[in-house]
């Protein structure tokens, strides 16, 4: 409880250091280093609020324009394919099965089929038309400028400047630009496929077994409703 008192201004971080503590303490327990009583039993972590920010398209293409090409190829992945960063960042050419992108969710386990059409497939000919042309070309879909893998520091990196940038740039966007994560094109990918197909092809877009964690979780524009008359 001290801990989560002292830490509160990070809500989230402190939660999750509290469930390490709790696995690890019960994990000693089970290999029998200790029979003390789980320390973190009946300690409530801190209430998170529902995440609420929608990246609009002007704030999605007013960030793109700051960023570098490899940086672009990454934010048009995580939105078109709506997956984490951890996933999006882990696509390989292997993963390419004819018409058909595999996704393996991290987090899950779960398996994802995506068609590829549209814009994911032109976002893949252009990747592998810049990888054409590094002398040695990594054969994970996201690379930095010299071929090699984009790893989630190098991307965390590119993406805080290219955001910095733009914001600076955009004085009638900056709030709505500094407020933006990476993570909230996982949310855009839900909103816009709900608006265009419907909820349920937004939870299966993102790899859901209820919509219900769709809504809940990620579906932050309101549902379209019409007016009486």
Request: proline content about 2%; hydrophobic content about 35%; glycine content about 8%.
């Given at each position: 409880?001290?801990?989560?008192?002292?830490?509160?201004?990070?809500?989230?971080?402190?939660?999750?250091?509290?469930?390490?503590?709790?696995?690890?303490?019960?994990?000693?327990?089970?290999?029998?280093?200790?029979?003390?009583?789980?320390?973190?039993?009946?300690?409530?972590?801190?209430?998170?609020?529902?995440?609420?920010?929608?990246?609009?398209?002007?704030?999605?293409?007013?960030?793109?324009?700051?960023?570098?090409?490899?940086?672009?190829?990454?934010?048009?992945?995580?939105?078109?394919?709506?997956?984490?960063?951890?996933?999006?960042?882990?696509?390989?050419?292997?993963?390419?099965?004819?018409?058909?992108?595999?996704?393996?969710?991290?987090?899950?386990?779960?398996?994802?089929?995506?068609?590829?059409?549209?814009?994911?497939?032109?976002?893949?000919?252009?990747?592998?038309?810049?990888?054409?042309?590094?002398?040695?070309?990594?054969?994970?879909?996201?690379?930095?400028?010299?071929?090699?893998?984009?790893?989630?520091?190098?991307?965390?990196?590119?993406?805080?400047?290219?955001?910095?940038?733009?914001?600076?740039?955009?004085?009638?966007?900056?709030?709505?630009?500094?407020?933006?994560?990476?993570?909230?094109?996982?949310?855009?990918a839900a909103d816009d496929s709900a608006d265009a197909?419907?909820?349920?092809?937004?939870?299966?877009?993102?790899?859901?077994?209820?919509?219900?964690?769709?809504?809940?979780?990620?579906?932050?524009?309101?549902?379209?409703?019409?007016?009486?008359?």
């Amino acid at each position: 409880k001290i801990f989560l008192d002292k830490h509160k201004d990070k809500p989230t971080t402190a939660n999750r250091c509290k469930r390490l503590f709790s696995t690890i303490w019960n994990h000693a327990r089970g290999w029998g280093y200790t029979d003390a009583e789980n320390p973190c039993k009946g300690i409530m972590g801190h209430e998170l609020k529902k995440r609420e920010v929608y990246v609009t398209d002007a704030v999605l293409a007013a960030v793109r324009a700051h960023a570098s090409p490899q940086l672009a190829d990454a934010l048009d992945m995580a939105y078109l394919t709506g997956q984490r960063p951890g996933d999006t960042v882990l696509m390989h050419e292997d993963d390419i099965d004819g018409d058909w992108l595999l996704v393996g969710q991290g987090k899950t386990g779960k398996r994802l089929r995506l068609l590829i059409t549209g814009a994911l497939a032109d976002l893949l000919a252009r990747i592998n038309e810049r990888k054409a042309g590094c002398k040695e070309a990594s054969g994970y879909l996201l690379v930095k400028k010299d071929g090699r893998k984009m790893t989630r520091d190098a991307l965390r990196y590119q993406y805080d400047k290219a955001r910095e940038s733009a914001a600076a740039g955009n004085a009638d966007l900056d709030e709505e630009i500094k407020k933006m994560w990476f993570y909230d094109l996982r949310a855009k990918a839900a909103d816009d496929s709900a608006d265009a197909r419907g909820e349920q092809a937004a939870s299966d877009l993102l790899g859901h077994d209820s919509v219900k964690t769709t809504r809940r979780h990620y579906l932050r524009r309101g549902k379209i409703v019409v007016p009486t008359k």
